[in-house]
Structures are given as C-alpha cells and as structure tokens.
C-alpha cells in the first residue's frame, strides 16, 4: 500500500508522478522569485498600482487576455462546448473581438489620455463622485467577493482532479498570490499572467493536436459528433434561427445584441479588472495596440478550450453528465472533459505542465482581482472618502495592506461558500448585474456630450436595479424567463443575454432622460473626456504595419472568415 | 531589468527540458501499462524538445545585460 501526504486523497481523476510534482513546484518557485526581484521596482503609486505606466503594447496585450483566461473560464467553457457544442466559441468570437477592437479604437484614447487610474476614476471626472463611489464600491465588493468564489470553486477542481485536500489549495495558491502581488504590485500581477499565458498554451496545446490525430482530422471529427450528438453541435450560426433548433436554446438576436453588443462590450471596455493591463501601457500606441494584439490571441484560444470539449464527444468513451447528476451517480461532469482529455493523452511531465497551466490560470485570475480591488479600493474609495491628505507613499503602504486583506477577504469568501453552496450562484449572478449598465453610462459618457452627471448616476442605478430585479423575478417565478428571455425555451445563459440588454436599455434611456432634464454640463469641462470635445493624440508617424488600425482591419477580416467557414 | 521574457524563457527551457527527460526515460525503459492514447507517438519527447528549443532561444535572445 501505498502512503500518500496528509493533503492528498485517495480518488482522483489523474495520478500525478514524480515529475509532474517537480513541475508544479518549479512553477510556484518561479512565480515567488519574480515577485521577490520585482519588489524593489514597486515603491511608488505609479509602480504599485499602474506598473509605472511602461508596459509594451505586446505584455499589456497578453496581460489583458490572461486575466480573463482562468482554470475555471478553461474548463467551464470546455466542459460547455461538451454540452453545447460549438457554440460555446461565440463567447470567444462575437462575445469578445468586437469589443476588443471597440475598446482599443474608441475609447482607449479616453481611458488613456485622461490619465486615470481606473473606470471608476473616469466615471468622477465625467459624471461626478456620486457615479464614481457607486461602481467603486460595487466593483471592489463584487471583485473580492468573485475571487473567493472562485478560489472556493478551483479548490473543489484540485480535490476531484489531484485529490488535493481544499484547505491546502486555498491556502497555499492565496498565500502564494499575497506574497508576489504585495511585494511587486501590478507590475507582478502582469509579469505572472504573461507568463501564464505561455504556460497555457505548453500544456493545453498538445489535447487538439493528439485529439485531431486520433478523431481521424476535422471532417471526421464532425461526422464522428453527429452521431453520437446531433448535426446541430457543429454550426455557429446555421441553427440560432429557432430557439429550439441548437443544443442551447438561444435565439441569434439574444448572441448579437445580448452577448456581443452589450455583455461583451461590458465586460471588455468597463470591467477594470482587464481594462488596468490596458491602462498600464507605456504610450498611446501600446494602449491601443494592446487590445488588438489580445483579440487576435482570443480568436486562438477556442483551440485549446472549444475543440477540447468537442472532441471529448467523440472519442471519450464514458458519456458526461450534468454536474447535478455526476453528484449523484458519480459520473463525471461536463466540467470534467478537459482534465479527462489532459490525462487521456498527457504522459509523466506533460501531465505536470497541464496541472500546471490550470493552476497558473486560477492564480493568476485571483491576482487580477487582488490588484484590481486594490487600486479601486485605494484611489476610488479610501482617498476621496477617508484619507483624501495622505502621502504617496502612505497610499502604496494601504495597497500593500489592502492586496493582504483582500486575499483573505477572498479566502473567508471561500469557507463561506463552503458552507453555503447557493452563495456561488447568488454572486456570480451579482457580479453580471454591474456591467450591462455600466457600459451604457461609460460609453454616453464618452461619445454624448450632453449627459450629465445625474444623468449617469440615476442610469447606473436604475439599470443595475431593473437587473437584479429581472433575475429576482425569475428565481421567484421560473415562468417569468418566457417574458425576460422572449421565449419559454430559453435556458440559463439566454437569460443571462436578454437581461443584461434589457438593463443597458434601461440605463440608456434613463441617462438621456435625466441628461436631457437637468443643466448640460460646461464643454469646458468636457475635454479629454467627450467625444467632439477632445482632440486624439495620434500614434505618430509609424509604417502602416505598425497603426493600430491596420491590425485592427486585419483582425476583423479573420474574424468574419472564422464565421463563416464555421457558420 | 530583467525582460519578462526572459522569465518565460527559463520556464519553458526547465519544462521542457523535464519533461523531455522523462520522454527519453520512457524509451529506454518503456511501461507495460504506458495509461495514455497515443502513446507510440511519444509526445513528452518531442513536445519536450520543442519547449526546450523555445525556451532557449527566449533565454539567450532576452538575457540579462543583452540588447533585445
């Protein structure tokens, strides 16, 4: 019999041997030594909280995209394409390059040249302090909250994958992210998620190439999913004309305006947490170039998350099940088709750097939320409210202090989730009330002059209430998501579209109601903040390859050919 | 400063080079029961190698004191 550490237990869903350990804790090594060498280039506000503002356009680039590219955002989205099929890719198409592209092209010259500290900063300078201190505290209560939740959630992944005991997951990846982002600030956070970035990719690239190999190519990889599911799980667009013609029960309106018009244009040009890598960069070239660079990589990473999943249907033997389901028949879930497919092809070393690249995800995702909060609960909430005299270097010691209260903040969250398993569901739907509403106040904040601040603080209140109040309708009344969602087929995530456009609606047209009700604000006032009012810094005298446009038009032509081969 | 680049470079060049090592440990000495698909393809081998390869250019291209 074998003996195993006091922190392993005896089922797993993968054995890891001895080099695969030593991978894992060379990665650990490596990540504390890089925080440890960045300590001493973290003393002042600027370095702490924005990296010095120095970062290229290619690290502010793959920062941006790593923040959002956790373990858990790797394997849900697998284990979705598992039940979905294709379609899950949308949340990487539609659901993301647009925005992208709207951020680095419209209002990265905003965010950029008004040498803000954040999206809550913005909002001050363009609507006021009311509309500021509510998307700070909602943001910095909502970003902690989050990072304990998925902490909680990673735990639980490392216990059925590793047989890891959760205490010891939660313990040692929250210590390990206290330390690297305390001692170098952002400038950690962004050197750790690059390099997760490349970690990712090494240890996840190799399940679509050996999984093609074995399916027998793409053709037959399709014909082999039509049999065992349906003709429908390989088609983006062919099957969203009916809510009840694809596996997901969405409407294509529901993924144009719901997904890709307003919760990815939320989420991509508002959420601080992925717009600070942005902020970060060393000129306006490298701000604008950053997104572009991170929506090409965006369009690549359905590679390693997508065809995972899909190729779990046609060569995995087993058939997943729901994850209610896998709890009681002891089968495994969707969610478990990516660390299946990593051990079904991952030998002694590979096995370790995929463990790896799923570990790095999830650190590197808390580090993001950590700084974020950090720099929001700094600049936005305890200078303007409670110290607003203090010196720069009392504000880079409160962000020291405020990276370790927020990791353990997270870490309460986590045993509170432990507890009370429902709270995941209550926060993670929290979270999506903020940021609908908030791109319809930012984005009126900078293309119409005319709003003014009421008009922004009474849209983002009303548009965040009308959402919760949606959601809490159809938790009270499940009948309710036929009137919310337009149609008694719809499943969860097209709830999840059709509130978040409903609460954008709701903000629009309370913002130019209140705007249009109340004095417009000087144009003075206005500059470097309003479109029309502000002149845009150019990139400067650069070859065509080298102009953000450019890549841009690029990126966008691979995008519509991407649609439609897959169509 | 160091070039975050370089810190990319040595993690592929150790992971690389560890896992191209157990590659070549499972050639000469192969398992009865190897547990993963594909298996003949020897995939830590070459996956090792090339990790390894990348590593080491990023390291040499991006050392400290060299111009990028």
């Known amino acids: ?110 965010y950029y040249i008004s040498k803000t500290h954040s999206v809550p900063g913005f909002l001050r300078l363009r609507f006021g302090e009311p509309s500021r201190v509510l998307s700070a505290v909602s943001f910095a209560f909502m970003t902690v909250l989050m990072s304990g939740v998925n902490m909680f959630a990673m735990a639980k992944v490392m216990q059925i994958v590793l047989g890891w005991d959760i205490n010891f997951s939660i313990w040692v990846s929250s210590l390990t992210v206290a330390i690297y982002v305390t001692l170098g600030g952002l400038r950690s956070a962004i050197f750790n998620e690059v390099l997760q970035f490349f970690l990712i990719w090494a240890g996840a690239l190799l399940i ?36 009840s013609h694809n596996p997901m029960g969405i409407h294509w309106t529901g993924i144009v305006f719901g997904l890709g018009a307003v919760i990815a244009m ?22 604008e170039m950053a997104p572009i660079i991170g929506a090409g990589f965006k369009m690549l990473v359905p590679i390693i998350v997508i065809l995972p999943g899909l190729l779990g249907l046609a060569v995995l033997p087993e058939k997943l099940v729901p994850e209610s389901m896998a709890a009681v028949t002891g089968a495994h879930s969707y969610n478990d088709v990516l660390p299946l497919m990593l051990a079904r092809y991952c030998g002694p070393g590979l096995l370790g750097l995929g463990v790896t690249a799923l570990i790095a995800g999830f650190m590197s995702g808390m580090a993001g939320n950590v700084s974020a909060f950090t720099t929001v609960w700094t600049y ?53 009330f903020f940021i609908a509403p908030l791109f319809a106040t930012v984005v009126l904040g900078m293309l119409w002059k005319r709003a003014t601040g009421p008009g922004g603080f009474w849209g983002l209140l009303c548009g965040t209430l009308s959402s919760i109040g949606m959601w809490a309708w159809v938790k009270v009344d499940p009948s309710a998501l036929r009137y919310v969602a337009l149609s008694p087929d719809a499943k969860g995530l097209a709830q999840d579209m059709y509130q978040a456009l409903w609460s954008f609606i709701v903000c629009l047209v309370v913002t130019v109601a209140v705007s249009l009700a109340t004095e417009p604000v000087p144009d003075g006032q206005l500059t470097g903040l309003v479109y029309g009012m502000t002149e845009i810094p150019s990139v400067g005298d650069v070859p065509l390859y080298e102009k953000p446009l450019f890549w841009a038009a690029v990126v966008t032509v691979v995008f519509f050919i991407l649609n439609i081969i897959f169509w | 400063m160091i070039s975050i680049w370089f810190f990319i470079g040595i993690s592929l060049a150790v992971n690389g080079a560890l896992i191209l090592a157990a590659g070549i440990y499972q050639l000469m000495d192969p398992p009865v029961n190897p547990g993963v698909v594909l298996y003949n393809l020897h995939a830590n081998v070459w996956w090792g190698a090339a990790l390894l390869l990348f590593g080491l250019i990023y390291c040499f291209k991006f050392a400290p004191g060299r111009k990028a």
């Not at chain 1, 939320?266 to 701000?287: C, E, M, N, P």
């Not at chain 1, 209260?405 to 986590?414: C, D, E, F, K, Q």
């Open chain 1, 1 to 110: 019999m074998t003996l195993l550490p006091a922190f392993i237990l005896p089922t797993r869903l993968v054995h890891l041997s001895p080099i695969d350990v030593v991978i894992v804790v060379f990665y650990f090594a490596l990540v504390l030594a890089i925080g440890w060498y960045l300590k001493g280039r973290a003393n002042t506000g600027e370095d702490f909280f924005m990296a010095g503002r120095e970062m290229t356009a290619w690290v502010a680039g793959l920062s941006f995209l790593s923040a959002n590219l956790g373990a858990l955002e790797l394997m849900g989205w697998a284990g979705s394409a598992y039940q979905y099929g294709i379609l899950a890719t949308h949340w990487y198409w539609i659901g993301a390059i647009p925005a992208m592209l709207f951020l680095a092209l419209v209002m990265m010259p905003f």
């Open chain 1, 208 to 243: 679509p190439i050996l999984g093609l190999y074995e399916a027998g190519g793409w053709s037959n990889l399709k014909l082999q999913i039509a049999q065992r599911a349906s003709d429908q799980y390989v088609h983006l667009w062919s099957g969203l004309g009916s809510f």
């Open chain 1, 266 to 287: 939320g989420y991509w040009t508002t959420d601080f947490l992925v717009v600070q890598r942005i902020l970060a960069a060393k000129d306006i070239r490298s701000a």
């Open chain 1, 380 to 432: 936005d909430i305890y200078r303007p409210l409670i110290n607003s005299k203090g010196s720069d270097h009392h504000y880079v010691t409160m962000g020291r202090w405020t990276t370790v209260i927020g990791v353990l903040i997270s870490v309460g969250t986590a045993y509170l989730v432990m507890q009370f398993a429902s709270i995941m569901d209550y926060v993670q739907a929290l979270f999506s």
